[in-house]
């Protein structure tokens, strides 16, 4: 079965760098999102794109994140000054619409991203 | 917002024991889905179930969705030290594109 695919598993960077996490969504999907996890609690959404724009973010997704979809294939996320509260598990999903299974969201396996 | 919230926050039962967890939320939904997530690793989407159904089954799984009392219950059946991992429920809106509202989650633990 085709998956969600992120690279990099895991990201170590300085507080105040850029860092932009990958995404390979599954290949005939429209719809895709990032969610993130702070270690121990819930799944958060922050933002979700189609047709090359973003449809809906949420509170956290502030002027220093941005999503891009530079070719037919990744999805990124990229923070542009990391914060120390910036450390969590980044999860990238997709969805199918018009489908059987249209409103399941396939995620990826994450990336954990620590900003020391 | 709609909110999944689950109970127990954890769970600790033996091999071949059922296990069941339950969810409540807020507001009106469009589906309700349960994902699992073994330690530290990435969410795998177990079930979803429409607003419009009250139960389904997967394998050693059945999930129940009741609208009137906006709650939601999984049970593992038979279950395994495998299935030891944290559970969460996660709501979604009207839209079939719309973004999911996940719970605290349970954390299952099963012993051999």
């Known amino acids: 079965e085709p998956e969600v695919t992120q690279t990099p598993s895991h990201q170590v960077t300085q507080m105040g760098q850029e860092v932009i996490l990958r995404c390979v969504p599954i290949?005939?999907?429209?719809?895709f999102y990032w969610y993130r996890q702070i270690l121990g609690q819930k799944v958060e959404f922050l933002v979700s794109f189609y047709n090359n724009e973003i449809s809906e973010k949420s509170e956290i997704f502030d002027d220093q994140f941005s999503v891009e979809r530079p070719d037919g294939s990744n999805f990124t996320l990229k923070i542009r000054s990391t914060k120390l509260e910036d450390s969590a598990m980044y999860f990238c999903?997709?969805?199918?619409?018009?489908?059987?299974?249209?409103?399941?969201?396939?995620f990826g396996p994450g990336t954990r991203l620590t900003v020391l | 917002s709609q909110q999944g919230e689950e109970d127990p926050q954890a769970l600790s039962i033996q091999e071949g024991e059922n296990a069941t967890m339950n969810c409540s939320y807020k507001t009106s939904i469009n589906n309700l889905q349960w994902y699992r997530q073994n330690s530290g690793r990435g969410l795998v989407h177990l079930i979803l179930?429409?607003?419009?159904?009250r139960e389904k089954h997967s394998g050693r799984l059945r999930v129940t969705l009741d609208t009137s009392k906006k709650s939601s219950s999984l049970l593992i059946t038979a279950s395994r030290a495998a299935d030891t991992a944290s559970y969460f429920c996660a709501t979604g809106g009207h839209s079939g594109y719309s973004t999911l509202t996940f719970g605290k989650g349970t954390m299952l633990l099963v012993s051999p």
């Open positions: 179930i429409r607003s419009n159904e």
């Open positions: 290949s005939n999907h429209l719809y």
């Open positions: 999903a997709s969805i199918l619409p018009g489908q059987v299974r249209a409103d399941t969201q396939y």
